[in-house]
């Protein structure tokens, strides 16, 4: 396929970070705001003055630095900072020397968020505290991560290598519309401010996937993040990585369409360094191009085109998706034509031939599927929103495969009340068959359901599903659209969505 010459642009923003958890709001598992004090608090007047300018350094997922000024009473012998979670107490970590002002916890937990402050100590005497800072993960519930008023649209997620959450979405609040990245800083407890990577993006008129896709790569040792869209003319596949949290982009053509051709729908997986892209081309054929994260894209293997399923003529305009299996190596599913009129979704892996049929509407032209792909271990799974007539109870399906050759009986999933009908948008799935479909509010289709919004499903075996909001016992009643989940390393999940009612982007950790 003919390439551009690829052409790079770093893109930057000045992140505005003070001290960690600085005036930081974060919000609670109960859905209320729960704002994190960052001036003097604790221990006052005492007679030794407080350290000051304490600062967070560093925060990973498994250790915390720290840095302060002296406090300026004579005879200080040593400095004790102390330790709380957001709701116990502070409790004393090994002090140092008077003449250290740096301390490391080496003692965190991942998914856990912290306050610290430092206190001087003279002879045996602690002094007064100084003021607090807040580091770590967000805690569990809702969080308000962009707007409200932001006019943010398709929204994707992803997790960093702490296990974090980041987002990208469309944000119109100023024209022209831009994609946008912003993500978790455990040093600041709070979201990095918004980063603009471009505004040369094709607009999404489907439905079905975000007009950028987002994934990190876990597996490798790069730390990188990769954005990928379809230029706003439809001319050509474009990318950005970064390799430093979301500060900077360095943007690249992965492919160039044929002369009357376009390309939308793009889709992406990292692993082990490398990158796995696929897209649409003018809706009725789909591409692979794979290469490693610090290859040019133009020096990638040649692109592959993939096959419809045995009993189709052609593909179907509708959003693929591609996923890695325990060993890092990829496979796409999509749509297929059937000669029956059937819409067929289908599993390729790049390296084969042939397309295997997951499953047939049976001879009915949905007009409005959509599916996705995971793998437990190397055994592949899908969920497919498929009405097999026009009257189908209930549309979404899960498929479960050892080897993606052949694929068992769909398992039909409960609805909240006539509520879920409408497409799901992202499929995880554990090594233990753990699994969770996140849907689109169904108020979009009038009806609320049961028990909020928007619907996620959830299987602990595969077998036995239960449909309802994420936390029951703190609904919202958000309007939600692009609704993505992501899976923690502690088997967790993450959702991120639209809030269509104030234009913001909601983020939920499940406690």
Request: glycine share 10%.
């Amino acid at each position: 396929m003919q390439r551009k010459s690829s052409r790079f642009l770093i893109i930057t923003t000045a992140l505005a970070l003070s001290a960690c958890g600085s005036s930081t709001t974060s919000t609670a598992s109960g859905g209320s705001d729960a704002s994190i004090d960052s001036g003097p608090v604790g221990v006052q007047d005492t007679g030794i003055a407080a350290p000051t300018q304490f600062t967070c350094t560093s925060a990973s997922k498994n250790a915390a630095g720290f840095s302060w000024q002296a406090s300026p009473t004579p005879g200080v012998v040593g400095y004790v900072v102390e330790r709380a979670t957001l709701s116990g107490e502070f409790e004393a970590q090994p002090g140092v020397g008077g003449k250290t002002l740096t301390f490391a916890d080496l003692t965190v937990t991942q998914f856990e968020t912290y306050r610290y402050r430092v206190r001087a100590k003279v002879a045996d005497k602690l002094g007064d505290s100084s003021n607090e800072v807040t580091v770590g993960a967000p805690a569990p519930g809702f969080h308000t991560a962009v707007g409200p008023g932001a006019l943010a649209t398709d929204v994707d997620l992803a997790l960093d290598g702490n296990g974090d959450p980041a987002i990208v979405y469309v944000a119109s609040d100023t024209p022209p519309a831009a994609v946008v990245f912003s993500n978790w800083n455990r040093k600041t407890a709070a979201w990095n401010a918004p980063v603009k990577i471009t505004s040369d993006f094709l607009p999404n008129t489907s439905g079905g996937s975000p007009v950028a896709a987002i994934a990190f790569d876990h597996a490798g040792s790069s730390g990188t993040f990769a954005v990928v869209w379809a230029s706003a003319d439809g001319q050509q596949l474009d990318w950005a990585l970064s390799s430093d949290a979301g500060k900077t982009w360095q943007q690249e053509t992965i492919a160039v369409s044929p002369a009357g051709t376009s390309y939308a729908q793009p889709a992406i997986a990292l692993g082990n360094s490398k990158a796995h892209v696929t897209w649409l081309q003018d809706g009725v054929r789909l591409f692979y191009a794979t290469g490693t994260l610090s290859t040019p894209a133009k020096n990638w293997t040649a692109d592959k085109e993939a096959p419809p399923a045995a009993t189709a003529d052609k593909l179907l305009p509708f959003a693929p998706s591609i996923a890695l299996d325990a060993a890092q190596a990829p496979a796409i599913a999509y749509f297929s034509h059937g000669k029956d009129e059937s819409v067929i979704a289908t599993f390729w892996r790049p390296d084969e031939k042939n397309a295997r049929t997951i499953q047939s509407s049976g001879g009915y032209a949905d007009p409005s599927p959509s599916l996705s792909l995971a793998f437990k271990g190397q055994a592949p799974r899908a969920a497919v929103t498929l009405h097999q007539s026009p009257t189908t109870n209930a549309a979404v399906w899960f498929v479960t495969s050892s080897d993606g050759n052949s694929w068992g009986t769909p398992l039909a999933l409960p609805v909240d009340g006539a509520a879920s009908g409408q497409k799901f948008t992202r499929l995880v799935t554990s090594s233990k068959d753990v699994s969770a479909i996140t849907y689109d509010d169904p108020k979009i289709g009038g009806s609320g359901g049961k028990c909020g919004n928007p619907k996620l499903a959830l299987t602990t075996d595969g077998v036995a599903w239960t449909t309802c909001s994420p936390d029951t016992a703190h609904s919202r009643a958000d309007l939600a659209a692009s609704s993505r989940i992501a899976l923690g390393n502690d088997g967790k999940r993450w959702l991120a969505w639209q809030n269509l009612d104030d234009k913001s982007v909601v983020v939920w950790r499940e406690p």
